[in-house]
């Protein structure tokens, strides 16, 4: 994974996996007979510590119910994502989860996430991009089928949700938050299958999905999704300035978020008439689109919206109370391109 010298890493991977369990998973993608053979150990031993590095989010099989043809995690970003999705997994107790949260946030902070930001650094175009709150926009003409998280959501067969390993280990280390929504982290068709199978996730139906959608966009956590026309992906997130893994590092080093994430095909705007100047506004928005101005002829401050920092979320008009704020389409359906770029580090 490119951190073989990082003690940090092997303090993870030691949390994560016994001696006998590493050399196992070192071994793949080897079968148990085969390995059992190599290391002079039963076949029955080998399948159940397989069984139990796949729960533990070390290993992926290509069949989820049989676990054949296992495999060691591709990269650090998998091995991050399964190993601290542990929703219902009862492997840990409290204090033993906390403190392998513990472990992954010094390394994250210390060590990946400087890392990602040289990665970042050389993207040309962004591989992700916000998408819209569907209630911000729905009742404007045009929407494409990439722009509304309803039909992104029809378009998949299997649908799981689980807690956001971001939001979930930083809350539980005590970081701050503002957003208290932590089982968002939708996973779609072989993703969907993985969770549930795993027991990390569970099983929704089309309007179970679109209730959560709903407190999502409620919480004000911004939707992320691929950035081209495409209605496939294996997970989708809804994001944090305080706790993602792409946001948070990008906005603590400094980095442009524009660099990953492309803009929704909306902007904000405000009726000054209406606007009543309470300013709710302005703690939802997370990209710091929006300032309170002295408006000619108001003893109130008013909304004024940076174009170019508003990212289209849609998150600041639905709580606001008196209408003022609403949607707009600014940019054609070619701003979203046919086929996106990698999808990055």
Not at 274 to 287: A, E, I, P, Y
Request: contains cysteine.
């Amino acid at each position: 994974h490119g951190y073989g010298s990082s003690a940090r890493y092997q303090r993870i991977l030691e949390f994560l996996m016994t001696p006998q369990q590493a050399l196992i998973a070192a071994d793949l993608p080897s079968t148990p007979e085969e390995i059992a053979l190599r290391q002079g150990i039963p076949v029955e031993t080998v399948k159940s510590e397989i069984d139990t590095l796949f729960r533990k989010g070390v290993i992926f099989p290509k069949d989820f119910h049989t676990l054949e043809f296992p495999r060691f995690a591709r990269g650090v970003g998998q091995l991050h994502d399964a190993t601290q999705s542990i929703l219902d997994i009862k492997l840990y107790d409290d204090e033993t989860k906390k403190e392998l949260f513990r472990l992954w946030e010094e390394f994250c902070e210390e060590e990946w996430y400087p890392d990602r930001m040289a990665d970042i650094d050389r993207l040309v175009h962004p591989p992700m991009r916000v998408v819209a709150a569907y209630r911000a926009i729905k009742d404007l003409p045009d929407i494409q089928p990439y722009d509304d998280m309803r039909e992104i959501i029809k378009a998949q067969e299997h649908l799981a949700v689980c807690s956001c390993t971001c939001r979930k280990r930083r809350t539980t280390l005590g970081m701050a938050c503002e957003h208290s929504h932590d089982i968002n982290c939708f996973q779609f068709n072989r993703g969907a299958e993985y969770a549930t199978i795993r027991g990390t996730g569970r099983r929704l139906t089309f309007q179970q999905a679109l209730k959560i959608i709903d407190e999502i966009e409620e919480d004000g956590l911004v939707h992320v999704w691929r950035n081209d026309r495409s209605m496939a992906m294996t997970v989708f997130c809804s994001c944090c300035l305080d706790c993602c893994m792409v946001w948070h590092p990008i906005d603590t080093h400094e980095k442009d978020i524009g660099k990953y994430w492309a803009k929704s095909r909306f902007q904000a705007q405000v009726d000054l008439e209406l606007c009543s100047g309470c300013q709710v506004c302005v703690d939802r928005c997370m990209f710091g689109a929006i300032d309170m101005v002295k408006v000619p002829g108001s003893k109130k401050l008013k909304v004024a919206i940076d174009p170019e920092k508003c990212f289209g979320c849609g998150v600041c008009v639905l709580k606001c109370q008196p209408a003022a704020l609403s949607m707009k389409t600014v940019r054609p359906p070619e701003h979203v391109p046919e086929v996106g770029a990698a999808l990055g580090p």
